[in-house]
């Protein structure tokens, strides 16, 4: 990684905690698993996580995100065995294995590069369709963490 993208990626972690630091009663930041898990734990302990999937919610991706939240309730979805009714997680042919050995969804890994990087990064950090209607759904009406379900 050269200087300019750690330095890109400290600009992200100073907002990222900007954000979380703000003085609003009800926060959800939605980020990819990656490195703010650690700093959120140490500097944030107030917000709750969840790690979800776009699947749970209808969309087709896999994505594994996590939803840091400050006041306010884990988003619902289908029960276990019914993730995958409608839609499927990612199936074996449709992932890619990195040089690292790591694997990641194709539609990540490969998002239109004749675009350039502002256009894959733009897709790799859209919010599925799915999750954000869920989000405008079960949070809209300003659920907290102390309501019953039957406020929303």
Request: hydrophobic letters at 45%; one cysteine or more.
């Amino acid at each position: 990684m050269g200087e300019a993208r750690r330095a890109a990626q400290q600009d992200a972690i100073n907002f990222f905690l900007k954000l979380a630091g703000a003085r609003i009663p009800r926060i959800a930041i939605e980020n990819p698993a990656g490195i703010m898990g650690p700093i959120m734990a140490a500097q944030f302990p107030n917000f709750k996580t969840q790690t979800v999937q776009p699947f749970y919610f209808g969309d087709e991706q896999q994505k594994k995100t996590i939803l840091w939240l400050k006041n306010l309730l884990p988003l619902e979805h289908a029960a276990e065995d019914d993730l995958f009714l409608n839609k499927t997680h990612v199936g074996a042919g449709e992932i890619h294995v990195c040089k690292s050995g790591n694997k990641i969804p194709k539609w990540y890994a490969y998002a239109d590069k004749s675009k350039g990087q502002a256009h894959r990064a733009l897709i790799r950090s859209t919010t599925p369709q799915g999750l954000a209607l869920a989000m405008a759904a079960q949070w809209g009406g300003v659920r907290t963490a102390g309501d019953s379900l039957q406020a929303a």
